[in-house]
């Protein structure tokens, strides 16, 4: 995908997935672990659907809730690469996205 983005105003792309299997007061420790598991493969499809790049992303890492059931990321490329993202943890539904880098 290289270092240069295309310069965007506006949040790229939102996609979500439901992990309402997952999320539940016994598991509420473990949110973290799982919205940075279910982020890496929202940031592959949004690098190789939207930017049209071919890297996978690797590992996502939360760097700080941001406030509640938001968060501030980075996500890391196959290609080195590595993307701050933004997540969110709305009901039973993640949203993934790359703002402007």
């Known amino acids: ?3 240069a983005a295309p310069n965007r105003s506006c949040w790229i792309s939102i996609l979500c997935r439901s992990i309402s299997q997952h999320y539940t ?3 509420k420790p473990f949110v973290n672990e799982i919205l940075e598991s279910e982020s890496a493969s929202l940031v592959t499809q949004i690098v190789q659907d939207q930017l049209g790049g071919t890297a996978t992303c690797k590992a996502v890492s939360i760097e700080k809730e941001a406030s509640d059931g938001f968060y501030q990321a980075v996500a890391y490329l196959g290609d080195g ?3 701050k993202i933004a997540i969110e943890l709305k009901g039973d539904q993640i949203f993934a996205s790359i703002p402007d880098q």
């Open 81 to 83: 690469d590595e993307l």
């Open 25 to 27: 007061a016994a598991t």
């Open 1 to 3: 995908m290289g270092k």
